[in-house]
């Protein structure tokens, strides 16, 4: 091979792994928007804030409407039909829809657990997982 071909070899390869060092970063200013690429069960404060929702409800709606599904069939003594049981500031507050009264400027943190790790952490009697939202301190 001729010192030319190779020359162009090597700045077509170092371009390619600039390129592709360079595409998952984010600018400062976006970093922490799309946790998607994180954990798909989390929603962080950033992304709250960006998603321009007044209650942690509408904020699932638009950035994680996946969370508010039914996970399984609800057996006769689940009172929440296999949907997701919602805690706040770890104390249980029940069904989706007290989602609603938690205001989205107050959330730091919302996170899905699946119904073993619900399990292990809150105790049993979750089997479509829990939602666990996480708000400032007063």
């Not at 706040?88 to 069904?95: D, E, K, S, Y």
């Given at each position: 091979?001729?010192?030319?071909?190779i020359?162009?070899?090597?700045?077509?390869l170092v371009?390619?792994l600039l390129?592709?060092?360079?595409?998952g970063?984010?600018?400062?200013?976006?970093?922490g928007?799309?946790?998607?690429s994180?954990e798909?069960?989390v929603?962080t404060t950033?992304?709250?804030?960006a998603?321009?929702?007044?209650n942690?409800?509408?904020?699932?709606?638009r950035?994680?409407?996946?969370?508010?599904s039914?996970r399984?069939?609800?057996?006769?003594?689940?009172?929440?039909?296999?949907y997701?049981?919602v805690y706040?500031?770890?104390?249980?507050?029940?069904?989706l829809?007290?989602l609603e009264?938690?205001?989205?400027a107050s959330?730091?943190?919302?996170?899905y657990?699946?119904?073993?790790?619900?399990?292990?952490k809150l105790?049993?009697?979750?089997p479509?997982g829990?939602i666990?939202?996480?708000?400032?301190?007063?």
């Open positions: 091979m001729s010192p030319k071909r020359a162009r070899i090597t700045a077509l371009a390619a390129a592709t060092a360079c595409a970063r984010l600018p400062e200013g976006e970093r928007l799309t946790s998607r994180r798909a069960g929603v950033p992304e709250i804030a998603s321009g929702t007044h942690a409800l509408d904020a699932l709606r950035l994680r409407p996946e969370l508010l039914r399984n069939d609800a057996a006769p003594a689940d009172p929440y039909r296999g997701p049981v706040l500031n770890g104390v249980l507050q029940g069904g829809d007290m009264s938690i205001p989205a959330i730091t943190e919302i996170r657990v699946g119904s073993t790790a619900a399990a292990d105790g049993v009697r979750h479509g829990a666990i939202v996480n708000t400032r301190k007063p």
